[in-house]
Nanobody
Framework: QVQLVESGGGLVQAGGSLRLSCGASGRTFSSYAMGWFRQAPGKEREFVAAINYSGWYTYFANSVKGRFTISRDNAKNTVYLQMNSLKPEDTAVYYC?????????????????????WGQGTLVTVSS
């Protein structure tokens, strides 16, 4: 069974940066895509970013494109989300997600690309 543990959240001023980490266990990490989602207060969980099994291909929601990067270290079973130029609207609980296969396609709905297994999340609060 896949287990995910997110960390790295915190309080930051607008324009600042944070790096989130997610450790995964329970299957061969390097064989699957990974992703990040977020859920703001009173809103539904939304897709943020994805990375394929090798790390060569990445995908981002339009709202974070150019500000966030996603990377992975397969030797450490860890996926990262580097968040720069943060805005108050980035405030949310961030969750990493385990892919159902090795790749992510922007033509497949995110909810069908990931297992639906969630960790406890990590809270990011961006003050204005």
């Amino acid at each position: 069974q896949v287990q995910l543990v997110e960390s790295g959240g915190g309080l930051v001023q607008a324009g600042g940066s944070l790096r989130l980490s997610c450790g995964a266990s329970g299957r061969t990490f390097s064989s699957y895509a990974m992703g990040w989602f977020r859920q703001a207060p009173g809103k539904e969980r939304e897709f943020v970013a994805a990375i394929n099994y090798s790390g060569w291909y990445t995908y981002f929601a339009n709202s974070v494109k150019g500000r966030f990067t996603i990377s992975r270290d397969n030797a450490k079973n860890t996926v990262y989300l580097q968040m720069n130029s943060l805005k108050p609207e980035d405030t949310a609980v961030y969750y990493c997600a385990a892919g159902v296969g090795p790749t992510y396609s922007e033509y497949t709905p995110p909810e069908k690309s990931f297992l639906g297994v969630w960790g406890q999340g990590t809270l990011v609060t961006v003050s204005s």
